[in-house]
């Protein structure tokens, strides 16, 4: 007798809720309709549900999106590194209370190595006819970030070798859910055959009918709730083995258009306006946004940066500002709609001459209008680079006015998406300092309050 079961997939949603409610209804009535026949179903999500850019996410720090995920009946979900460090380790913890899905995360731990209590290291789903399906799932791996917020993000593969032998003995297929991207899922692929199917995300890539390798199937639904996956596997009860694995995507474009989609959507905005609607200070004069420029906004955030890093100088792009910081009462809604940004302050120790360097990077004149994509930016435009608190004159380097030396040690303020390489190479290797869980909204506030614009 061959047994169907059926997997509904979704990743990297980012809180693009856009399409959930044409998720939500393809998922939940397939998974009726699976019951009706007689078969086996499971719906998953493999990280990067939350983004706290969405007013809603960030609202209810993202216990509105476990509750959408509770009325999707999904069954087996898993963090990425939105989940994992974007919030605090305390805001991490609670996020999933009131889940009625299994979280299964296979490499992280407290820093003692302690299994957080509100996560599985792996878990054993069982179908209708008794096949084992052992689960086991790995997120992006942050050490350094990871460290900052309590938390302690082990070495995929060593951790996956672990499980498998254990799997094995207790399964009939074995899935991972990996928030690892695709390049990883691929080298996963090719070193454990045991592996029956890999549910990709974190690089956003769309494998419409599924990619082979090896013996694993991969799958992988690309980014924002564009598409919905839909795997099947064909399992011979009296043999106990796989004869047909197969992959497919949905577009939700082209799924059937709910009555409600414009009222949830409004909906879910009031639900996070009216948990930020609480006063953060008062501000006594209009500070305007401007993108190619400095401004009275970018003068008012790099002191508000210096000072949170204790730093001598800062460097950041003036595309932050989303829209102007208006005089009167300022709310946290009116701050994250000005800054919505999961970034992080940092502060990088650096010589005089390669702040000089930086700074004559800095005026790449391609840089403003370019149309900047994750880091964490979530805004439009990359905007003008601004040097608050130091500029070169004549190859020379002044800080606050005061010349700096080639071999002066330099403290720089900045923003932890210039870390990555992507713009300033140099930042990788050198000394730095990453402050969470603070974002450069909260650096914002905490200015305002300590200024007692209350």
């Known amino acids: 007798m061959i047994e169907t079961i059926h997997f509904y997939h979704t990743n990297d949603i980012h809180s693009h809720f856009q399409h959930w409610p044409r998720i939500h209804e393809l998922v939940t009535s397939r998974k009726k309709w699976h019951v009706e026949e007689g078969e086996s179903s499971f719906t998953l999500d493999i990280g990067d549900h939350i983004d706290r850019s969405h007013i809603f996410t960030e609202g209810t720090l993202g216990k509105g999106n476990v509750d959408l995920l509770n009325k999707a009946l999904y069954d087996v979900v898993t963090i990425g590194n939105n989940e994992g460090i974007t919030l605090s380790h305390k805001e991490l913890e609670e996020l999933y209370l009131q889940a009625q899905f299994k979280v299964v995360v296979g490499n992280l731990t407290e820093l003692n190595g302690d299994i957080p209590s509100w996560l599985l290291p792996t878990t054993i789903l069982t179908t209708t006819n008794g096949t084992k399906i052992g689960v086991t799932a790995l997120t992006a791996e942050y050490p350094l970030f990871y460290k900052k917020l309590g938390w302690q993000v082990t070495q995929a593969f060593n951790t996956l070798n672990k499980q498998l032998i254990d799997l094995k003995k207790q399964t009939d297929i074995i899935i991972c859910m990996s928030h690892l991207g695709i390049h990883v899922d691929e080298d996963m692929a090719k070193q454990f055959p045991d592996i029956d199917i890999i549910f990709g995300a974190h690089t956003h890539h769309i494998l419409h009918e599924g990619k082979e390798i090896n013996k694993a199937l991969l799958a992988a639904a690309g980014k924002f709730g564009s598409y919905v996956g839909h795997v099947t596997i064909d399992f011979d009860l009296k043999d106990k083995v796989i004869v047909k694995k197969q992959a497919l995507l949905y577009d939700t474009n082209e799924l059937k258009e709910c009555s409600h989609e414009e009222e949830f959507l409004t909906e879910l905005a009031k639900i996070g306006t009216a948990h930020l609607m609480e006063t953060a200070f008062h501000q006594p004069h209009l500070l305007r946004k401007e993108w190619f420029k400095e401004s009275a906004l970018s003068t008012f955030f790099g002191e508000a940066l210096t000072t949170f890093c204790q730093a001598d100088c800062a460097l950041f792009n003036a595309g932050l500002f989303l829209t102007d910081l208006n005089a009167g009462k300022v709310t ?123």
């Open 332 to 454: 946290h809604f009116d701050i994250h709609q000005m800054m919505p940004h999961p970034i992080n302050p940092c502060v990088i120790e650096l010589t005089g001459q390669q702040l000089v360097d930086i700074y004559y990077l800095s005026l790449n004149e391609s840089w403003p209008n370019l149309e900047l994509k994750g880091l964490g930016f979530r805004g439009a435009v990359m905007g003008k680079m601004i040097t608050h608190q130091f500029n070169v004159v004549n190859e020379e380097l002044f800080v606050k006015g005061k010349l700096i030396h080639a071999t002066d040690t330099v403290r720089l303020a900045t923003l932890d998406m210039f870390t990555f390489g992507y713009f300033y190479p140099t930042f990788q290797d050198l000394p730095k300092t990453y402050f969470m869980p603070e974002f450069i909204r909260d650096v914002i506030i905490g200015y305002g309050q300590k200024h007692k614009y209350l």
